[in-house]
Each structure stands twice: as structure tokens, then as C-alpha cells.
């Protein structure tokens, strides 16, 4: 038989590379635009007419390209922005496939203008489904012009395919947006059917943010700047009382390029955790520095997925981050110790304490009659860092005066002299009463335990898996048939937990240990009601599955009202407490604490 495998016509090729990287008129805007600023260009300008569909035309004012080079552009793989493969782990700009131009050049009529500076006349090329039609010299303004016309013109089932035109457009806003964003040094300009939809001057971010989010917008924004080993992160986040009700305004970038991250999305969540009205989504804008080295850009055809070699790191430090912003900006207080053991090593306190003065403690010895132990100076440099930020954040609120540090819990750090201990005492066993600078705070032991479990778990659940107590004597737990099939689905997310449950068969687990936090509980009892608190939950909110979990187990697992506390006890609760990222808020919603202030106590006592 004759041999049958043929190369396919580099035209096919193309056209077959173009579903992968154009897919609308705004997948061409987005490449387009990219080379634009790759190119250099610090004005550029978007024309389109009927949404894209009839003409996309980008003009910038970056470097040209040489006659060779224009020509060379729509070839596949063609890219001056490679030479050699290491290239690949140390480029930063937006494109390296070499696939775009000559992608769209498949399924449209292309006319590219450019001339560099050196050279006095300029190009034109007009090429159609990836024929070359002519190639003229020709006067031409510094910089490129791309005009795609009619695209999809030689594929009709990809043309029946496009949206209407309000709904394209919305697309190519949306690039647009990014683009523009991700770039608020660079003039940015959007004419549609020959009006101006969007006109941006260089600016910085805050003000690009303003004129594309409109006024208003820079007053209820807070600024992160953040910058450790591994990442800097620069930008903006909304305030909790500005979110949205939609997830529109969100915005991440690396490296200055869109990308969407769930992973790094949800890092930002629950870091305004407990400070939104429910539904809402806050606004961001962040851009992440990273050395191009340690991720991959290339994992998506076009490209708005990436992966990072330590994610888990840029999780932690992400939110951290956020945290910190909201905890300036005095929405809420910021504590980042509970991060994991190695954040440490890349996370360093804000810029302007890098060397951290030594801790102002406010040790008031007439008001505690017990002899404080006091802190030895030979704090590590997390300590230091924790010492000055419950300084920063409560020097004004409600720190305990006698509390300067959270619960050093890390096995590693048993050993460092804990630094104070503050009076407190049981009210009705259900509340801990304890004097703190501006008077009297009253803590909800239920709330303030279920706040520490939730925290920890949920930390479990996202980075750190929690130990296991093996039982000595392993239980069986006899399921329904839902209920066997819910364990089932959540059995990585149970074990990360520190569950321990082994299949039975039969809607059957054994269950070997249950979560060390908690291991004088009874298992059976424990993960049935897990369960239970889980469905209703899952129920009437919409919370994540890992979100849930947790607080059903935390709902579970704490200690309840009516159970006395030891003074060491009510202690731990303390700083364990305030070493949670929100302290204040209970998972209800409410309030883990309360404060009567002297002011207030004296209003009582007036006449
Ligand atoms: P990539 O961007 O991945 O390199 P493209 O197909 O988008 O691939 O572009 C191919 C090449 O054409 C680029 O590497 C660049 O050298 C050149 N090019 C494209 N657009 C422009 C532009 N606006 N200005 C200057 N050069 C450009
Ligand atoms: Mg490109």
C-alpha cells in the first residue's frame, strides 16, 4: 500500500493553530495589543468596527520592523522573542509562540504598516488566509499598524459562531481593560464605529484605576505594596464596604499580564474573610513580580494560566498581604503569624521595618498585682515582627496591656520564654473577662474557640495538613448511602483534616484517628455531626466546600458554654485569638469580643 501521511499545507496548519489562540475578535485585540507593548510602544491605539467583526486595528508607536521582519511576522513560530530554549524560562514579555500574527493571518485580511526609526520608508504588507498578496515600501509613521478585516472570512462555521455584537464587544472591553490596566504608563486609546469609548493618558496605576473604574474609585481602594525573597506584590484592593456583587472588578496580573488564578483568588477571599456582606466579591488589582524562572506562562494556548513552582508560598503571602493592607487601612486587624513554619524565610515584615525596632511593650505593673514574666530580649525575628505588629494594631484598640504576643504554638519555639500572662477570669462559664488598655474586653469563649479551630482547619485544608490522634481502638462508621458517597467525594479534604478512615465496604469506613487539635473527642459522634452541620450548611450558603468543612468541624470540635476554664485555659484562648487573622468576627458573623471602655463604664456611673 502506498504510504498515505502527508504534511498538512502550512495554511491548514495555521487555520488549525487559529482555533486554538483566536477564538473572537478579542482573542485578536489581546494578541494584537501584546505585541504592541512587547513592541515597545508607549502610545497605542484600538480601532474596531461592527465589535471586531468587520476591522480590528492596532497602531503603536513602538520599534517597527525591518522589511525581512514584517514579512517573517506571519510565518508560524516566527518570533524575535526567542533565540535559544533557556529563553524560554527567562522571557518576560507577552508573547514567544510566534503564533499569533501568522494565526490570524489565516482567517482574515491583514494589513500591517511599519517603519523603525532607522529607516525611512516603511512596509506594507496585505496578506489574505495566509497568501501574501503584495509587499510594497511605502511612507509610514514610526511604529506598527496591524489591521485585521473580516475576520473568520474563509472559516463560516467559526464566523455563525460569534456572538451578538453588544456581547463581543464586552470581550474586547475586557482585553482592553487588562491590557490597559496591567499598563497605566502606556496612552491607551478605543475608538468603536468611529467613537471614543475610551481615551487613557499615561498615569499611574490609581489614577488608570479611576479612569476606567470611574470616579470615586480611588477613595475607597487601599494600596499593598509588599515585596519578600520570592514576589513583590503591587496594587489595589477595594474596600469590604465597596464590594461588588458581581466578580467583575478583579484582577490579577504576573509579571504584568492578566492571569486568572482561582488559587490565588481564593487567598484574597479569605483574607477580607468575615468583612463582607454576603454575595459580594471585593475589587483588586495586584500584580505579582516573579522571577520568570520559577513559573510556566505556557500552559494555556492563550495564555491567562500560569503555573508556579510555589504556589503555596505565594498563597501565603498573598493574603498575608491583603491582610496587612486592610489592617493599615485600619478595616480590620492584621495579624499574619499563623502562616507556616518556612513563610518566614521569604516573608519580610513591610519594607519599612526591615530592621524592626526593638518592641515598645506596655508593661503596666500598678495595674497587674501578679508579677508579670517579662520578655527576655532574645526574640528571633518572627517575634520581633509579631511584637511590632500588635503594637501597630492595637497600640490604638484593644490590646490587652499585659498581652504582647500571640501563641508561639510552633513546636520549634516551645522553648521561648512566653512573655506575659494577663489576668482573666470566668463569667457564667461562658465568657472571659479580661482588662485591657481602654478598659474591659469580654470575649465569647464559644466564638472565640469555634474563630481558632476555623482558622486552623482551614489552614489544614489549604497548605498545611493537620496531624492525626490514632484511636486505639478504631470505630466503624455505618452510613447511608448519600452520606458514605459525600465522605467519599471529601476524603483528601477529611484526611488533610487529620481523619483517618479506611473503606469497609458497604457503606462502611473504619475510623482510625480523628484530628489531633481535638482528640479527646468521640470520633463516631464527631464526624456524624460533621456531616450533618455540613449539609446545612452547604444548604442555606454558598460557601466553598473547604470554607465549610471547617467551620463545621470548628462548630463541632470547640468548646461549648458551660465549660470551665483554667486560667492557663482562658490564657491560650487569648493569644491564640489574636493570632487569628480576624480576630474580632465570630463565623456567624457576629462578634468574638467586646470591649467596654472606661468611658463608657463611667457613663454607667453617672448620676
Ligand atoms: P510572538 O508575539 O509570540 O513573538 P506573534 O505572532 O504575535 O508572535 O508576533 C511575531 C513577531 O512579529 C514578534 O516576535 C515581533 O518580532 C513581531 N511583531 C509583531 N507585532 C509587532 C509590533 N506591533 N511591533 C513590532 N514587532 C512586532
Ligand atoms: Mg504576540
Redesign the pocket.
Known amino acids: 500500500m502506498a504510504d498515505i501521511i502527508q504534511l498538512l499545507p502550512d495554511s491548514v496548519a495555521n487555520q488549525i493553530a487559529a482555533g486554538e489562540v483566536i477564538q473572537r475578535p478579542a482573542s485578536a485585540v489581546k ?1 494584537l495589543m501584546e ?2 507593548i ?2 515597545g510602544g508607549t502610545s497605542i491605539k484600538l480601532i474596531i468596527k461592527d465589535a471586531g467583526k468587520a476591522l480590528i486595528q492596532v497602531i ?1 508607536n ?4 525591518s522589511v525581512t ?1 514584517a514579512r517573517m ?1 506571519f510565518e508560524r513560530h ?4 526567542i533565540k535559544k530554549v533557556d529563553d524560554i524560562f527567562s522571557i518576560r514579555t ?9 494565526s490570524i493571518a489565516a482567517i482574515a485580511q491583514v494589513e500591517l504598516k ?1 517603519r523603525r526609526a532607522e529607516d525611512e520608508l516603511g512596509t506594507q504588507i496585505l496578506i489574505e488566509g495566509s497568501k501574501i498578496l503584495q509587499q510594497t515600501p511605502m511612507q509610514a509613521p514610526l511604529g ?1 499598524s ?1 489591521a485585521v478585516k473580516n475576520l473568520f472570512y474563509n472559516v463560516p462555521a467559526r464566523r455563525n459562531f460569534l456572538k451578538s455584537n453588544p456581547i463581543e464587544l464586552k470581550h474586547i472591553y475586557e482585553e482592553f481593560q487588562r491590557v490597559a490596566l496591567a499598563h497605566p504608563e502606556i496612552a491607551f486609546e478605543l475608538l468603536s464605529d468611529g467613537e471614543i469609548k475610551f481615551q487613557l493618558p499615561a498615569e499611574n496605576l490609581k489614577v488608570r484605576m479611576v479612569q476606567i473604574f470611574g470616579k470615586g474609585t480611588a477613595e475607597r481602594i487601599a494600596e499593598i505594596e509588599e515585596q519578600t525573597d520570592l514576589i513583590e506584590i503591587k496594587g489595589f484592593i477595594g474596600f469590604p464596604s465597596a464590594a461588588k456583587k458581581t466578580r467583575g472588578e478583579q484582577y490579577f496580573f504576573v509579571n504584568n499580564r492578566f492571569i486568572k488564578d482561582a488559587y490565588l483568588n481564593h487567598a484574597v477571599l479569605t483574607a477580607y474573610e468575615g468583612l463582607l456582606p454576603a454575595d459580594s466579591f471585593p475589587s483588586y488589582v495586584l500584580d505579582i513580580e516573579i522571577d520568570p524562572a520559577k513559573i510556566d506562562v505556557n500552559v494555556h494556548p492563550t495564555k491567562t494560566e500560569i503555573k508556579f513552582e510555589n504556589e503555596k508560598m505565594i498563597y501565603a503571602i498573598l493574603r498575608a498581604a491583603v491582610k496587612r493592607s486592610l489592617g493599615v487601612h485600619n478595616i480590620t486587624p492584621s495579624i499574619d503569624f499563623e502562616a507556616s513554619p518556612d513563610f518566614n524565610q521569604y516573608y519580610q515584615p513591610m519594607k519599612h521595618t526591615e530592621i524592626p525596632d526593638a518592641p515598645r511593650i506596655n508593661l503596666n505593673p500598678e495595674y497587674n498585682p501578679f508579677a508579670a514574666r517579662v520578655r527576655q530580649p532574645t526574640m528571633n525575628l518572627r517575634d520581633q515582627h509579631n511584637a511590632a505588629n500588635w503594637e501597630t494594631i492595637f497600640e490604638n484598640t484593644l490590646v490587652p496591656d499585659t498581652i504582647t504576643q500571640s501563641s508561639l504554638a510552633l513546636p520549634e519555639e516551645k522553648d521561648i520564654p512566653k512573655s506575659s500572662t494577663s489576668i482573666a477570669f470566668q463569667l457564667h462559664q461562658k465568657w472571659i473577662v479580661s482588662p485591657v488598655k481602654s478598659g474591659l474586653m469580654i470575649i465569647d469563649q464559644v466564638a472565640a474557640h469555634e474563630r481558632i479551630l476555623y482558622e486552623r482547619f482551614l489552614a489544614h485544608l489549604l497548605n498545611s495538613p493537620g496531624h492525626s490522634q490514632q484511636s486505639l481502638f478504631p470505630q466503624t462508621l455505618n452510613l447511608s448511602a448519600p452520606d458514605f458517597a459525600l465522605v467519599t467525594e471529601m476524603l483528601a479534604e477529611l484526611k488533610a483534616l487529620g481523619f483517618e478512615l479506611r473503606e469497609f465496604g458497604n457503606n462502611t469506613f473504619v475510623l482510625e484517628g480523628i484530628p489531633a487539635e481535638i482528640s479527646d473527642a468521640d470520633g463516631l459522634e464527631l464526624i456524624e455531626k460533621l456531616l450533618e452541620n455540613f449539609k446545612e450548611l452547604a444548604a442555606i450558603t454558598k460557601i466553598d466546600r473547604k470554607e465549610n468543612l471547617a467551620k463545621s468541624l470548628a462548630r463541632q470540635a470547640a468548646i461549648k458554654a458551660g465549660k470551665f476554664l483554667s486560667a492557663v485555659e482562658m490564657q491560650s484562648i487569648i493569644d491564640e485569638l489574636f493570632s487569628c487573622s480576624t480576630p474580632s468576627v465570630a463565623l456567624n458573623g457576629g462578634k468574638t469580643l467586646t470591649i467596654i471602655t472606661a468611658e463608657e463604664l463611667g457613663k454607667k456611673m453617672a448620676l
Open positions: 494578541e505585541n504592541a512587547d513592541a503603536d513602538g520599534k517597527g520592523m521582519d511576522s516566527a518570533t524575535s522573542k507577552m508573547g514567544f509562540r510566534g503564533e499569533a500574527l501568522a511599519s506598527t496591524i
